[in-house]
């Protein structure tokens, strides 16, 4: 695996270059070889600087302490024409070379739908994010966000408590989580899918890197589902890329006076992308099969724990009660308290609304 992890951090070769020569050498030793022979007979300036690196002590001293790093941290590094890398992504000629992954449910078993959508999403956006999710709960599907504030982090947070595995990809390193505060999120994705990163472990998370990571989000699905956006946005980006791979893209139409929903309904007018109009148009063009998971209760039947009890009975004292008065009133842990807030909104009870206020339903 060293020489798997030096081979992803030679840098000035480009990616189509870098799986060819995976695709023909025999064993990951002799991609190295080979690499070495083709820069040399390339005799140029740049193939110097390449050989350079590989003559150097310092990329096979990261790379071992990459790889002590994610044997420390049970993180899987899966190189790009293995088993485990995910089939719908190795199909994208700029997909990474290696991704590092942490979790419990390998992505190639289960049809995957990618969820994307604005940070400043709105009450309609947030509500039609659960409505579909809530409804594709039942059929054997899997989603693939980016845990950013939004759109994302409403996503992976239904997804895991409703059970459906999902797969979170990273703008940062996995021991390197961003935002912080999605920490505890992350971690019941890795419980229940997966959380998937090009970069090492520590890396930080830079500008650049999440319209990077959006090419795998849209590269590792079957489709990509746009539930609000303005015209600009990494959303739009990622619609782009799915289109460019060939994938099918949905739209949430919205209302016209509301800018978070022009980058959609621009997406539907220049048909970058068909309008959707019910999860059932998602459940035909996958083919999904339903699931032996139990569907959500109805309200008449929901049996409320006494923590729940407690958050419901502070959201019904007022309008818009945020999260903070709700801890702070509460006393529970942040994340202890998402889970509760997500369960009551999952049962109808209650209503996000945007800037981490709730109502009542």
């Known amino acids: ?48 600087k390449v050989l350079n690196q590989l003559n150097s002590k310092n990329i096979y001293n990261e790379a071992q302490t990459i790889l002590n790093i994610c044997t420390d941290n049970n993180i899987e590094i899966i190189f790009y024409n293995e088993e485990n890398y995910p089939k719908n992504l190795i199909q994208c000629q700029d997909a990474p070379i290696i991704i590092y992954c942490k979790g419990k449910k390998h992505s190639n078993n289960i049809p995957l739908l990618s969820v994307v959508g604005t940070r400043d999403c709105s009450d309609y956006g947030l509500g ?35 059970d459906i595995p999902n797969y979170a990809v990273l703008g ?51 489709c990509t589902m746009v539930v609000e956006s303005p015209i600009k946005g990494g959303a739009i980006i990622t619609a782009s ?12 139409p919205g209302n016209n006076n509301q800018s978070t929903s022009k980058g959609t309904n621009t997406l539907i007018e220049k048909n970058q992308a068909a309008i959707l109009n019910n999860p059932e148009q998602i459940i035909d063009l996958l083919g999904l099969s339903t699931s032996n998971k139990n569907p959500a209760g109805t309200q008449s039947d929901i049996q409320l724990a006494s923590q729940e009890t407690i958050i419901y009975e502070l959201i019904s004292k007022g309008k818009d009660i945020s999260f903070n008065k709700i801890q702070m009133e509460s006393n529970f842990p942040t994340s202890y308290l998402n889970v509760i807030l997500t369960n009551l909104e999952l049962k109808d009870l209650i209503i996000p609304k945007f800037g981490n206020f709730y109502n009542l339903k």
């Open 128 to 162: 039609q994010c659960k409505d579909f999710i809530s409804y594709l709960a039942n059929y054997n599907i899997g989603l693939v966000s980016g845990l950013a504030y939004g759109i994302d982090i409403h996503t992976h947070r239904i997804a895991n408590q409703l």
């Open 241 to 252: 890329l799915a289109n460019d791979y060939n994938r099918d893209v949905f739209a949430i």
């Open 1 to 48: 695996m060293i020489d798997k992890i030096v081979y992803s951090l030679i840098k000035g070769v480009p990616i189509r270059t870098k799986k060819l020569i995976a695709d023909q050498a025999d064993d990951s030793q002799s991609i190295l070889r080979e690499l070495r022979l083709k820069m040399t007979n390339l005799n140029t300036k740049s193939s110097y």
């Open 172 to 222: 940062s390193g996995i021991l390197n989580i961003y935002p912080k505060n999605h920490f505890t999120e992350s971690e019941l994705t890795a419980e229940n899918g997966m959380i998937i990163s090009e970069f090492t472990p520590f890396s930080s998370p830079k500008s650049y890197h999440f319209p990077q990571r959006n090419r795998i989000i849209a590269g590792m699905s079957m």
